[in-house]
């Protein structure tokens, strides 16, 4: 039996409070089969998608270097309306080299290495250099608890 579907929606906004657009929104089920369930954010900070009546990890991923990524849980049962403030992040900047240079437009992502939750992504320029802003709290960003050194 499959589950019923809602509609959800809300409004992202910046730290500053400000409503954001181009803010991607993805939900992934928790459990189940991982679906995802995508929409982006319209002019006025507003996003309303249909997704299964099953706990979901929701991932806000902003359309610019300067706001971090953000995630939220929306368990089973959820009322429908969900405004979501951007969290503030710290800077992150560097240079992807090769043997043979800087590496322009290379895919740059930080993860978590425990969850694989993604916490920031960015395309290089033309002399490999990128900035991104990522979350290092346990509010919207990383895991709940410190973990050690990982080597990654």
Do not use: M
């Not at 369930?37 to 610019?64: K, M």
């Not at 706001?67 to 979501?84: A, C, I, K, N, P």
């Amino acid at each position: 039996e499959l589950p019923e579907r809602k509609t959800v929606g809300g409004v992202v906004r910046s730290v500053e409070g400000y409503p954001v657009a181009n803010v991607a929104v993805v939900a992934r089920e928790v459990g189940f089969e991982h679906y995802t369930y995508s929409t982006l954010t319209g002019e006025a900070g507003a996003f309303s998608f249909d997704v299964p009546d099953v706990a979901l990890e929701v991932a806000f991923l902003p359309p610019d270097a300067d706001q971090s990524v953000t995630w939220d849980y929306w368990l089973d049962e959820r009322q429908g309306r969900y405004d979501v403030d951007l969290v503030s992040g710290t800077p992150v900047h560097g240079q992807v080299v090769t043997d043979s240079g800087p590496s322009g437009t290379a895919l740059v992502e930080i993860r978590d290495a425990v969850t694989d939750r993604l916490y920031g992504t960015a395309l290089t320029d033309n002399n490999g250099n990128f900035d991104l802003t990522i979350a290092l709290s346990d509010e919207g960003g990383w895991a709940d608890e410190p973990l050690g050194d990982t080597g990654r």
